[in-house]
């Protein structure tokens, strides 16, 4: 998702309903599970067992902290920014491995706490400060990691990414980044925006697909660019195991089909994160069947809309 970045709260709105979240007080739910390896598929397991916090009808009245933290296992994090502070509410990754970490995304705000929090969980390791792409609701905490003792941000602009991540030919071949016994895969995938990526965790078997797959609004600003990496991204999804997509927002609501209206601070009956290595294969032949005109209006599927704009 793109477009204005708008302060939430400004929408008059009332009788809140406070979320019931699993978080505690700093907003961090703690992972059961470890990071050990699961004997049929291979990959270190992890929870979606979470109530990410979804905004309120009353934001003057929202008590939510301004992230959440899901320990998806002890080195994988996913991270909600409060949709009561942005209506964006993205979703921000953080993968650790033996010597360093990543940071996938800063957020739709500025915000010291998220810096805090994630440096926080990395502790004294590296930190590359990456992003799925250039949108100002993925970007707009880079700032606060300016000058910040042992990270290091990713410039916005294709030459960095493909840099930070070794990837040669663009967008074509695929690049890889090792954080120590956790090697990532990297495939640029624009069309979304120009230097869009999607990162594959081999350890987790996470396929982070940001703003080119998710349970909401598909924003389409290149057709024919968005259905070639889609149509990469699938055959990666297909040849590789999947434990789950996870995209950087949720738009769609738990009934089929059905969105919230853009800018919604409230998400009572929210569609759930994770979607399937099934959904890029639904995404991939619904653009195959859709040819290389753009649609006239947006299609509706159970669990997302494609949207050329
Ligand atoms: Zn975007």
């Known amino acids: ?17 406070p979320h019931s979240g699993a978080s505690d007080a700093q907003g961090t739910t703690h992972p059961d599970g470890t990071a050990g390896v699961d004997g049929s598929s291979g990959l270190a397991p992890g929870t979606l067992a979470v109530t990410w916090m979804h905004g309120s009808q009353n934001c003057n009245q929202n008590t939510d902290p301004e992230v959440q933290v899901h320990g998806y296992n002890t080195t994988t994090y996913i991270i909600r920014q ?15 491995g033996t010597q360093s970490a990543l ?34 609701d993925h970007t707009a905490g880079d700032s606060t990691w300016a000058g910040h003792a042992g990270s290091t941000i990713v410039a916005l602009n294709i030459a960095a990414v493909q840099a930070a991540f070794g990837i040669a030919t663009w967008p074509t071949t695929q690049g890889t980044l090792d954080l120590g016994g956790r090697v990532l895969d990297v495939l640029a995938i624009p069309g ?5 990526i999607a990162l594959y965790d081999r350890q987790t078997g996470l396929l982070l697909t940001g703003d080119t797959l998710y349970p909401g609004l598909l924003f389409i600003n290149d057709w024919t660019t968005y259905r070639t ?28 089909k059905v969105n919230y209206p853009y800018g919604t601070t409230y998400q009572p009956n929210e569609h759930v994160l994770e979607l399937t290595a099934a959904h890029v294969a639904e995404l991939d032949a619904a653009l195959t069947a859709l040819g290389s005109t753009p649609p006239a209006s947006p299609v509706a599927h159970d669990d997302f809309v494609i949207d050329p704009q």
Not at 115 to 124: E, F, H, N
């Open 1 to 17: 998702m793109h477009r204005s970045l708008l302060l939430a709260c400004l929408v008059a709105c009332n009788g809140d309903v």
């Open 82 to 96: 409060n949709k009561c502070r942005t209506f964006e509410a993205p979703f921000i990754y953080l993968l650790i």
């Open 103 to 136: 940071m996938l995304d800063t957020g739709a705000t500025s915000t010291v706490k998220l810096r805090d929090t994630v440096a926080s969980l990395v502790g004294t390791k590296p930190l590359l400060v990456a992003h799925t792409h250039a949108h100002g």
């Open 192 to 196: 979304h925006e120009a230097q869009h």
């Open 229 to 256: 990496s889609v149509s990469r991204l699938a055959q990666f999804a297909a040849t590789h195991p999947i434990a789950h997509v996870l995209g950087a927002h949720i738009e769609m609501t738990a009934t089929a």
